[in-house]
């Protein structure tokens, strides 16, 4: 079965579009392609299809949610996030790094391995603390 991202779905009209992972073109999705009890689909959200030909184009059919929908403990997480004044000065200094490595990289010298990794952690942290 073909799997994708939903680009887009509108739950008060019923329906959306899916982009396949295989390079097919977008593919509808109405609401009665659900699974029961689902009623609407999240941008992003990755789901499994089955694919009927119809007289629009490409539509989805019995479509199985292959990501979690959001929970609880992930609405938690959000409301846990740093204030927004804390992360200022935080991407701040990230600023300031990356200011520094870019002047080493100017000059043709990339940070040594050490330093490079501690870069890198840092980066994933921050990216961490802004992902929603």
Do not use: C, W
């Not at 009890?37 to 089955?50: N, Y």
């Not at 846990?80 to 991407?91: F, L, N, S, T």
């Amino acid at each position: 079965m073909p799997t994708g991202k939903v680009k887009f779905y509108d739950a008060d009209k019923g329906f959306g579009f899916v982009a396949g992972d295989s390079g097919e073109g977008d593919v509808f999705v109405p609401s009665s392609a659900l699974p029961q009890g689902v009623t609407g689909l999240k941008g992003g959200q990755r789901i499994e299809f089955s694919i009927a030909e119809g007289r629009r184009g490409a539509q989805a059919l019995s479509v199985r949610l292959l990501d979690p929908t959001p929970s609880v403990a992930d609405n938690r997480r959000v409301a846990g996030r740093k204030p927004a004044d804390e992360m200022v000065v935080i991407v701040e200094d990230v600023i300031k790094l990356l200011d520094s490595v870019s002047e080493g990289l100017r000059r043709g010298h990339y940070p040594d391995k050490a330093h490079g990794n501690k870069i890198a952690q840092v980066l994933h942290a921050v990216a961490g603390d802004l992902e929603l």
